[in-house]
């Protein structure tokens, strides 16, 4: 692969990166930005849509945590952007979903130039809240030995973190430091516009096949990390009794729908009047089977799977929010993967492979029609 | 008089075999009470004789708003049959507010709650020497202190009897473990108890009407003792809009708080609506005089319209803390600002079902005011 070669003084890649979009901006192919940045109380990141210099700089597009899904930020775009060249710095898991919620007609992609990473994964939000600085000294050094021990179980099991040849995500740029040499990081074009963006910047092209090594054996030590690890889950989601024993614990807060870029409905089926039963439905049901359980959290959980997750991009948003500790993610993963192969379908790999239900759903009614 | 039954029984066992025998009777068709599953707890609605006697009615853990799942329950329609629920003094008073909207009903329900020692975070269900900190937690309760490791609303929580329940069980009682009373507080709950229950004896106490043992007084003294200390350390009820914005700070915007919240009925949430959408236009003039917008925007603003709808009805249930994925402490928030604009109301959610919400009346005078 090739791409253009910048600085990162001391290995200070957010620095570097905010010099590549400062000059982007004085060049013009940038207007506006939507960077992750702490908020003023110094324990948390949240989005920030700016055309300011000075946030800029005060910006962190490598951020330790995923609070808010990066989806779901753009989603607030959903009516229009305000500028027509914004340049977005997120996380491949948050481009992903951005690439579904495009073809949800959610998110516009015109007015956006999509900037992706290396991404050697986050930190769990409630980790990284007990103590914010020791979270951010942690975080420096996974940026670089990218060591796996403190960043999330769903992080571990994730391999698209980088691009290689064989295309598993979609952006415009993406930003890469794995096999890069020190002091140094490199951006590769990742689609038409980000071809032509790296022209319009009149940067010299090199080859990158330095990084071929490197981020194939992240990929392979994450692929094992996954295998090993669903070698556990998979007993504990197969069968009814089995689902019903994983879920136990869910209180139904949805918390895990809440923060999910993919489950974009304003009102979600499974809040709405039509899953609302009288106590008389419910005596019915207690009194052939001696009780009846609150916990409508089956029904919820196994009917937002069928709902979403052809789409789920596993970035663990919802077991990283769950009270409750389940292996949500994990789960919706496993039960994503599968649903996905069927469907040899790979969510946010490109801008242009149709959702295929909706292609399913087109030719359903081509029949009905004829 | 007031009226109370003495059970000689451990206070759990005790109840359990009231309901068993309410439900042999057919007095009443089904209980609602929590039920404990290795880690898993939840509501349940209970037909089976044996599942009573295996139920956890007096578990100190809140799953969701009991009151919330009971409006959500009667709502469509109310109860032909008889069913007594097992709740705390918050949820009931969570219902009673809920009914006061008209999302639900109390009929044929026979409400059965106890003056309240609290209860814990939901995610420790899961800690490994659970039964021992339960064990704990009802030695404290029994010798009238305040269990160590409750919900951080409970600890501020004064409001622990439950006034409008029909049957009250006082869990601050030394001799629970052998002997127990249950305090009649209503005509319904005469219909249901009678001598074959145990023996009626006058009660020195009316719980309805402020009159009950001096532990008891002590410990809700304490109460409001903690939750002056917290507002004073915290001062929630002063923080203005600066000090709302660094607390919510860390928002994701993710409404789970309102959710959960009993008093957050709203199938589909205001702020979740298109109007509330952020508009193209509204964004550019906001970036241009901000030049810089947190995306999604209005995490504030959803929490000072919450704040807005619910702090009359807030009943300090500390459900939104449980769940906020940030760790910020929205119940103690809520329950603080609620509390004072309670008392600037003279009102308390729950309390009866009579008065109507200040909120309401407010509106209605105002509207009147604007006729005129
Ligand atoms: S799942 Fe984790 S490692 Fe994968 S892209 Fe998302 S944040 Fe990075
Ligand atoms: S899985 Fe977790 S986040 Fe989702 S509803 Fe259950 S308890 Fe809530
Ligand atoms: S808030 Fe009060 S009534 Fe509710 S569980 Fe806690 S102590 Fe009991
Ligand atoms: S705001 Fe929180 S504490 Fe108050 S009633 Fe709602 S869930 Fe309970
Ligand atoms: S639960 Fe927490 S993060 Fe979510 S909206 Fe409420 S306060 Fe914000």
């Known amino acids: ?370 | 008089m007031n009226k109370k039954i003495k059970i000689n029984k451990s206070v759990e066992t005790g109840l359990k075999e009231l309901l068993i025998s309410l439900l042999e009777s057919r007095k009443i068709k089904a209980v609602f009470t929590l039920e404990r599953n290795k880690d898993a707890v939840y509501y349940s609605l209970i037909t089976d004789l044996e599942k009573v006697d295996q139920a956890s009615p007096f578990l100190p853990f809140m799953p969701a708003n009991g009151g919330k799942l009971l409006s959500k329950l009667t709502d469509i329609k109310s109860i032909s049959e008889p069913i007594a629920a097992v709740i705390h003094p918050c949820e009931l008073a969570a219902f009673i507010e809920l009914i006061k909207k008209q999302q639900g009903s109390l009929d044929n329900l026979l409400i059965i709650s106890s003056v309240c020692p609290g209860v814990m975070p939901i995610n420790n269900i899961s800690e490994t020497n659970l039964d021992e900190k339960i064990k704990k937690y009802f030695e404290s309760a029994k010798n009238s202190n305040i269990p160590t490791g409750l919900r951080e609303n409970c600890e501020i929580c004064s409001r622990i009897i439950p006034t409008n329940a029909d049957i009250i069980i006082n869990l601050m009682d030394k001799d629970i473990d052998n002997s127990f009373e249950l305090y009649i507080n209503s005509e319904k709950a005469e219909k249901f108890l009678g001598d074959e229950n145990g023996e009626i004896l006058d009660s020195d106490f009316d719980f309805a009407n402020n009159t009950f043992p001096q532990n008891i007084k002590d410990i809700i003294s304490q109460k409001e003792k903690n939750r002056i200390a917290v507002n004073e350390k915290y001062k929630f009820d002063q923080l203005g809009m600066d000090g709302l914005i660094d607390l919510f700070g860390k928002c994701i915007g993710c409404h789970s708080c309102g959710g959960v919240c009993p008093i957050c009925y709203c199938e589909l949430c205001d702020f979740d609506s298109a109007e509330h959408e952020y508009k193209k236009n509204v964004l550019k003039s906001d970036l241009n005089s901000r030049a810089g917008v947190r995306l999604p925007p209005n995490t504030i603003l959803y929490q000072l319209g919450r704040l807005n709808h619910i702090s009359t009805s807030c009943v300090g249930c500390g459900m939104c803390t449980d769940v906020c994925p940030v760790d910020i402490p929205v119940g103690m928030i809520f329950s603080s600002i609620g509390n004072s604009v309670q008392e600037l109301f003279k009102y308390i959610p729950g309390e009866n079902l009579e008065e109507a919400n200040p909120i309401t009346v407010y509106k209605k005078e105002e509207l009147t005011n604007f006729e005129d």
């Open chain 1, 1 to 370: 692969m090739d791409g253009v070669i910048l600085k990162a003084q001391n290995n200070d890649f957010n620095k570097g990166i905010k010099s590549f979009l400062l000059s982007g901006l004085k060049n013009g192919v940038f207007d506006s930005f939507i960077l992750s940045m702490q908020v003023p109380a110094k324990d948390s990141y949240a989005w920030i849509l700016t055309y300011d210099e000075g946030l800029v700089k005060s910006s962190t597009p490598i951020s330790p945590i995923m609070t808010v899904q990066g989806a779901r930020a753009l989603k607030s775009l959903r009516t229009g952007t305000p500028t027509q060249k914004i340049a977005v710095v997120m996380r491949p898991c948050e481009m992903r979903a951005v690439i579904e919620l495009s073809k949800l007609n959610q998110i516009n992609l015109n007015d956006l130039i999509l900037i992706s990473y290396d991404c050697p994964g986050t930190l769990p939000i409630k980790n990284y809240l007990e103590d914010p600085e020791k979270g951010e000294e942690v975080f420096n050094k996974i940026l670089l030995d990218w060591d796996d021990k403190n960043i999330r179980e769903t992080c571990k099991l994730c391999d698209k973190v980088s691009v290689q040849e064989e295309k598993t995500f979609q952006s415009d740029l993406h930003i890469t430091t794995l096999g890069i040499e020190q002091n140094n990081f490199a951006i590769i074009s990742n689609s038409e516009k980000g071809i032509e963006i790296l022209n319009e910047l009149k940067l010299e092209i090199k080859n990158l096949s330095s990084r071929d090594e490197p981020v194939k054996k992240i990929i392979e030590t994450r692929r094992k990390n996954r295998e090993n690890s669903r070698k556990e889950l998979i007993p504990q989601l197969i069968g009814l009794d089995a689902l019903s024993e994983f879920f136990s614990k869910c209180i139904n807060c949805k918390v895990c729908r809440s923060v999910c870029p993919i489950c974009y409905c304003r009102q979600c089926y499974f809040s709405s009047e039509k899953v609302k039963y009288s106590m008389e439905d419910y005596l019915l049901q207690a009194s052939t089977r001696g009780n009846m359980k609150f916990l409508p959290s089956l029904l919820f959980q196994v009917g937002r799977m069928t709902h979403m997750s052809l789409s789920c991009v596993n970035c663990g948003a919802c077991e990283d929010a769950c009270p409750m500790d389940i292996k949500v993610g994990q789960a919706f993963s496993y039960v994503g993967d599968n649903v996905q192969k069927l469907f040899d379908y790979l969510p946010g790999r490109s801008f242009e492979e149709p959702l295929p239900l909706s292609v399913y759903r087109e030719e359903e009614f081509k029949e009905i029609e004829n």
